[in-house]
Every structure is written in structure tokens, then in C-alpha cells.
């Protein structure tokens, strides 16, 4: 089942394995049965510590993970490989005592959770965030005798995912009601379960003494400004909900100058690595509501606490934007997609459509003809804006429709999930339909900025923070770097540019505060 390089690379990961484990692995007559089974007599074959047994477990294939002789709390519904890979290798270690990564803080709340808590993930093998809500949900389950888990693989338990009409992943349930949607770090699942935990993170939080920079952002700008600024010896912080941003979302980067080719969430692993080695103080699970420049810029957070700063690098990045229709809000994970490597495999075989016909619009068709049963690509001008190369390939796909001069006005459905959509015929006037599973939007990004609107950052008429060539903004002593700016490109490369420009004008504006506040002084004194 596993070649010889992986099971080498694995080989290494369970000498780690301090305590006897159990893989418990239930059968049915299917190939996929099979080659679980495979798997799982590779993994035992590769330690003494690892025991292998065949028991009936509540889906079939799937496979169980746990202290040996005691009652196992992680199970996997289908065959971990691909981005689920991961998940297995920690959850073996996990259960053979190696200690979970994550602040003893958070540790200790998760340990007095009380249960029973049952947790049910339903994930796409191809979707790069899925293994974080796995992971985190894994964890919870090796440190709290009182949680269980399971991984179950959409595509494989088809039946299942109809029956709970789900159509977008990570979807997480526990003890059989949703719970939560979409990617999820470990903090804010446990916040969500203990919202006293919350309480004290706030109060911790607002104790701080204030910062010489603090970066708002966890992408690609902000992880580079966090570097930049922390190399010249100065406390720093950054504070984000998550690492990765926009890039986490990105599953091939081949544009990324000196790496051929690599992936978001192993680039945002990289970003997070190298942060964490320079001392930053990170603080996750956080969203900034509101900032004030006084004798000190401020800043609040949606959960209250009070942060203080002598000066602040704004990096809060972008989002997709929305197509804001009729029936986009209402089928939103029904039907209506966002991420088509996340969700594309659910609707194999059907219809579906991509609105925008730029790099990101194009290339999601691409990808998706792969999967679906017909793409139908509707672009509001009368041009493609995507890359000639992509645009030959779209063309030459037999199941791919491209069609132009088309404004999508509905999506259409039966109250339960997307069944169509209605555009008009720019070149017309004609008013149509296209009956299809799924809609999935890719017309570019809005800029993470609504919470600046009133304060004293000025904004460009798309939101955007307005920063010069230092990454100053109109307020002193605050900055800003990344696809939330007026940059004019917005690509990774050049947020990073522009996140180590930002850190090194903080810096320049600090020393220069600090000799106009000498010179002060002096004359004060005088």
C-alpha cells in the first residue's frame, strides 16, 4: 500500500511511539476495505509497539486508533492518505504518549471539558483544510478521555453525506447537531465548547505590557513584517486568527521565485515555523474590531481585550468576494462553493458552474472538469481575464462551457440545495437558466477592512488601506502591508515585499520617535 520512501519517512515518525497502540480496522466486502486493511498491515509491520486487530465498528471501512487494551476515542472512516496523511502519523503518535503540540493553557482546558462529547468530521481527501479541524478535534480526543473522533471521508460515504445534505467540508457535528462549518484552529473549537476559557485569555491579554510593533495579520505580509521587525531586536507580536490567510486556501504555487512548486498550507507551515524561531509573541484565535492612535496606538478585539503597541503593521489580508445575488447567502455551503479543490469532489459526475473568468475562475474549471460531469464558466465582460495558457486548456476540455457577456442575477434552488442559476445575456438582453448541483465563485477579492470604516486610517474606494512606498499609512505609527492596501498586484511575493517594507518604516518611525522624545526632554529640561 505505501511505497518504500514513505514507509521509511514513517519508519522514523513511529520510533517516537512510547506506549503500546491499537489500529482496530472494520471490514466490508469493498476494494477500499482492502487496501485500508493494506495500510494499516504496513503501519503495524513498521513497530513492535503497534498491534493490529479486525473488529466491527460503526462504518465499515474504517479504521481505529488507541492506547492498547483500552477503548479507542480516534477512528478514520475511510483511508487517510492524501492531505489526511498527516492526521494518521499524529494520531498514532498521540495515542503512543507522544505529548501534543499546543500551549499547556490551552491543554489544561481542553483536559476539563466535560463530555460525552462525540465529534463527527465529514472531509474531502482533497481539501487542504480539513486536516486542521481533524488534527485539532484528534488532539482534543487523546488529551480528554471524554471526546471522541472520527474522520469521515465524504466521497466514500456518500449515502451519509446526502443524508445530512452536505456539500461543503470541513462540516463538523457533534453528538450528532452541526456544530461548526468551514476551517477551524484549535482554539476556537475549544472557545466555542468554553467560553470561560475566552474569559481569561481577554483579561491575560489586557495585561500586556505595549508592544514596539504589532503585527495584525497571520499571511504572507504579516509573517514577513513579524520577521523584519523582530530581527532588528525590538517586542514584537502578531496578532491573527489563523496562519496562512488567502494562502491556505491555494493548493499550487508554482509562481513563488526560487520554488518550482509547493502548496499553501505547507508554505503557511513554513511562514508559522519561521515566525515562532524569532520569539514573536503570537497570539491566534483573535479578530481585531478597532484601533485608535492616542499618546499609543490601541487596538480592540472582537472578545474585548485591549492591546497597546508604539506602532502597528496592518496585514489583515482579503477574502473572496461575493457575487451578493439572490439565493447565494441562502445555499451557501448547499450548493454554493467558494473552494473548489475543498468541495469539487462532491459533486462528481454532476453540473456545476464557475462565475469569473479570471486566472482564479479559469483554473477552478480546470480542476473541476476532472471531477464534475460539465463546467459552465460565465464571465461578466465580454473577454476572458485569465492567462492565454489557461485559456487553451479550458478550451480544449470537451466539458467545459465558457460563456460571456454573462451576469449571474439568481441562484435558483429547492430549498434545500442549488439546483440552478439565472444570467443574463449582456449582448442580448435575454434573461436564462442553466440547471446545475453547484455554483462555484471565483471574482477576486475584498479587502479585510470593514472594521476600519469610521476610524482615522484613510481608504481608497474599495476599502483598501491607502499606505507610500514605506507602508505608512495616514495615521502615525500605523502601517500596512499585503492584499488589504492599495498595493496594485496581489500576489504572494509581493505581500512579503511589502510586509518587510512595512516592519522596516515601523522601525525607522521608532527611532525617529525616540530622538524627537529625547530632543523633548532636553528642552524640557532646559
Given at each position: 500500500?505505501?511505497?518504500?520512501?514513505i514507509?521509511?519517512?514513517l519508519?522514523?515518525?513511529l520510533q517516537?511511539?512510547?506506549?503500546?497502540i491499537e489500529?482496530?480496522?472494520?471490514?466490508?466486502?469493498?476494494?477500499?476495505?482492502?487496501?485500508?486493511?493494506?495500510l494499516?498491515?504496513?503501519?503495524?509491520?513498521?513497530s513492535?509497539?503497534?498491534?493490529?486487530?479486525y473488529?466491527?465498528?460503526?462504518r465499515?471501512?474504517?479504521?481505529?486508533?488507541?492506547?492498547?487494551?483500552?477503548?479507542p476515542?480516534?477512528?478514520?472512516?475511510?483511508?487517510?492518505?492524501?492531505?489526511?496523511f498527516t492526521?494518521?502519523?499524529?494520531a498514532?503518535?498521540?495515542?503512543?504518549?507522544?505529548?501534543?503540540?499546543?500551549?499547556?493553557?490551552?491543554?489544561?482546558?481542553?483536559?476539563?471539558?466535560?463530555?460525552?462529547?462525540?465529534f463527527?468530521?465529514?472531509?474531502?481527501?482533497?481539501?487542504?483544510?480539513?486536516?486542521?479541524?481533524?488534527?485539532?478535534?484528534?488532539?482534543?480526543?487523546?488529551?480528554?478521555?471524554?471526546i471522541?473522533?472520527?474522520m469521515?471521508?465524504g466521497?466514500?460515504?456518500?449515502?451519509?453525506?446526502d443524508?445530512?445534505?452536505?456539500m461543503?467540508?470541513?462540516?463538523?457535528y457533534l453528538n450528532?447537531e452541526?456544530?461548526?462549518q468551514?476551517?477551524?484552529t484549535l482554539?476556537?473549537?475549544?472557545?466555542?465548547?468554553?467560553?470561560?476559557?475566552?474569559e481569561?485569555?481577554?483579561?491575560?491579554?489586557s495585561?500586556?505590557?505595549?508592544?514596539?510593533?504589532?503585527v495584525?495579520?497571520?499571511?504572507?505580509?504579516?509573517?514577513?513584517?513579524?520577521?523584519?521587525?523582530?530581527?532588528?531586536?525590538?517586542?514584537t507580536a502578531?496578532?491573527?486568527?489563523r496562519?496562512?490567510?488567502?494562502?491556505?486556501?491555494?493548493?499550487?504555487?508554482?509562481?513563488?521565485?526560487?520554488?518550482?512548486?509547493?502548496?499553501?498550507p505547507?508554505?503557511?507551515?513554513?511562514?508559522?515555523?519561521?515566525?515562532?524561531?524569532?520569539?514573536?509573541d503570537?497570539?491566534?484565535?483573535?479578530?481585531?474590531?478597532?484601533?485608535?492612535?492616542?499618546?499609543?496606538?490601541r487596538?480592540?478585539?472582537?472578545s474585548?481585550?485591549?492591546?497597546?503597541?508604539r506602532?502597528?503593521?496592518?496585514?489583515?489580508?482579503?477574502?473572496w468576494?461575493?457575487?451578493?445575488?439572490?439565493?447565494?447567502?441562502?445555499?451557501r455551503?448547499?450548493g454554493?462553493?467558494?473552494?473548489?479543490?475543498?468541495?469539487?469532489?462532491?459533486?462528481?459526475?454532476?453540473?456545476?458552474?464557475?462565475?469569473?473568468?479570471?486566472?482564479?475562475?479559469?483554473?477552478?474549471?480546470i480542476?473541476?472538469?476532472?471531477?464534475?460531469?460539465?463546467?459552465?464558466?460565465l464571465?461578466?465582460?465580454?473577454?476572458?481575464?485569465?492567462?492565454?495558457?489557461?485559456?487553451k486548456?479550458?478550451?480544449?476540455?470537451?466539458?467545459?462551457?465558457?460563456?460571456?457577456?454573462?451576469?449571474?442575477?439568481?441562484?435558483?434552488?429547492?430549498?434545500?440545495?442549488?439546483?440552478?442559476?439565472n444570467?443574463?445575456?449582456?449582448?442580448?438582453?435575454?434573461?436564462?437558466?442553466l440547471a446545475?448541483a453547484?455554483?462555484?465563485?471565483?471574482?477576486?477579492l475584498?479587502?479585510?477592512?470593514?472594521?476600519?470604516q469610521?476610524?482615522?486610517?484613510?481608504l481608497?474606494?474599495?476599502?483598501?488601506?491607502?499606505?507610500?512606498?514605506?507602508?505608512?499609512?495616514?495615521?502615525?505609527?500605523?502601517?500596512?502591508?499585503g492584499?488589504?492596501?492599495?498595493?496594485?498586484?496581489?500576489?504572494?511575493?509581493?505581500?512579503m515585499?511589502?510586509?518587510?517594507?512595512?516592519?522596516l518604516?515601523a522601525?525607522?518611525?521608532?527611532?525617529?520617535?525616540?530622538?524627537?522624545?529625547?530632543?523633548s526632554?532636553?528642552?524640557?529640561?532646559?
Amino acid at each position: 500500500m505505501l511505497d518504500a520512501n514513505i514507509k521509511q519517512q514513517l519508519d522514523t515518525y513511529l520510533q517516537k511511539i512510547a506506549e503500546p497502540i491499537e489500529v482496530s480496522v472494520s471490514m466490508d466486502d469493498s476494494e477500499k476495505a482492502r487496501e485500508l486493511s493494506a495500510l494499516a498491515s504496513d503501519i503495524a509491520g513498521l513497530s513492535d509497539k503497534i498491534q493490529l486487530s479486525y473488529r466491527a465498528l460503526e462504518r465499515s471501512p474504517s479504521m481505529a486508533i488507541g492506547e492498547a487494551g483500552a477503548e479507542p476515542r480516534v477512528s478514520f472512516a475511510g483511508i487517510p492518505l492524501g492531505h489526511e496523511f498527516t492526521s494518521l502519523v499524529l494520531a498514532l503518535l498521540q495515542a503512543g504518549g507522544y505529548p501534543p503540540k499546543a500551549e499547556q493553557a490551552l491543554l489544561t482546558q481542553i483536559a476539563t471539558l466535560r463530555g460525552p462529547l462525540d465529534f463527527v468530521t465529514y472531509v474531502s481527501l482533497s481539501c487542504q483544510n480539513c486536516p486542521d479541524v481533524v488534527q485539532a478535534l484528534n488532539l482534543m480526543a487523546a488529551v480528554n478521555p471524554n471526546i471522541t473522533h472520527t474522520m469521515v471521508d465524504g466521497a466514500l460515504f456518500q449515502q451519509e453525506v446526502d443524508e445530512r445534505n452536505i456539500m461543503a467540508v470541513p462540516a463538523v457535528y457533534l453528538n450528532g447537531e452541526a456544530f461548526g462549518q468551514g476551517r477551524m484552529t484549535l482554539e476556537e473549537i475549544v472557545t466555542k465548547l468554553d467560553s470561560s476559557g475566552g474569559e481569561d485569555k481577554v483579561a491575560q491579554l489586557s495585561a500586556r505590557d505595549p508592544y514596539d510593533v504589532l503585527v495584525v495579520g497571520g499571511g504572507p505580509a504579516g509573517a514577513a513584517a513579524a520577521i523584519y521587525a523582530a530581527r532588528k531586536g525590538i517586542r514584537t507580536a502578531m496578532l491573527a486568527e489563523r496562519f496562512g490567510g488567502q494562502v491556505m486556501d491555494t493548493v499550487g504555487i508554482e509562481n513563488f521565485v526560487s520554488i518550482p512548486y509547493t502548496e499553501g498550507p505547507k508554505l503557511a507551515a513554513g511562514l508559522e515555523q519561521h515566525v515562532k524561531e524569532y520569539g514573536v509573541d503570537i497570539i491566534t484565535a483573535e479578530r481585531v474590531a478597532d484601533i485608535q492612535r492616542q499618546d499609543i496606538v490601541r487596538l480592540r478585539t472582537e472578545s474585548g481585550a485591549t492591546l497597546a503597541s508604539r506602532s502597528v503593521i496592518l496585514a489583515t489580508g482579503a477574502r473572496w468576494r461575493e457575487l451578493g445575488v439572490p439565493g447565494e447567502a441562502e445555499y451557501r455551503t448547499r450548493g454554493v462553493a467558494y473552494c473548489p479543490h475543498c468541495d469539487g469532489p462532491f459533486f462528481k459526475g454532476k453540473s456545476v458552474a464557475v462565475i469569473g473568468g479570471g486566472n482564479s475562475g479559469i483554473e477552478a474549471a480546470i480542476d473541476l472538469a476532472g471531477i464534475v460531469g460539465h463546467v459552465t464558466v460565465l464571465e461578466f465582460a465580454d473577454t476572458l481575464r485569465a492567462d492565454d495558457v489557461l485559456q487553451k486548456k479550458a478550451h480544449s476540455l470537451p466539458n467545459v462551457d465558457i460563456l460571456t457577456n454573462a451576469q449571474t442575477t439568481e441562484v435558483v434552488g429547492d430549498g434545500k440545495k442549488v439546483t440552478g442559476l439565472n444570467y443574463l445575456d449582456r449582448a442580448t438582453g435575454e434573461s436564462k437558466q442553466l440547471a446545475l448541483a453547484g455554483v462555484f465563485v471565483q471574482i477576486g477579492l475584498v479587502p479585510n477592512t470593514e472594521w476600519l470604516q469610521g476610524s482615522d486610517v484613510a481608504l481608497s474606494d474599495r476599502g483598501e488601506i491607502e499606505i507610500d512606498a514605506r507602508g505608512a499609512t495616514s495615521v502615525p505609527g500605523i502601517f500596512a502591508a499585503g492584499d488589504a492596501t492599495t498595493v496594485p498586484y496581489k500576489q504572494i511575493v509581493i505581500s512579503m515585499g511589502a510586509g518587510a517594507s512595512a516592519a522596516l518604516g515601523a522601525f525607522d518611525y521608532l527611532i525617529r520617535q525616540s530622538v524627537d522624545d529625547t530632543v523633548s526632554n532636553l528642552a524640557k529640561a532646559g
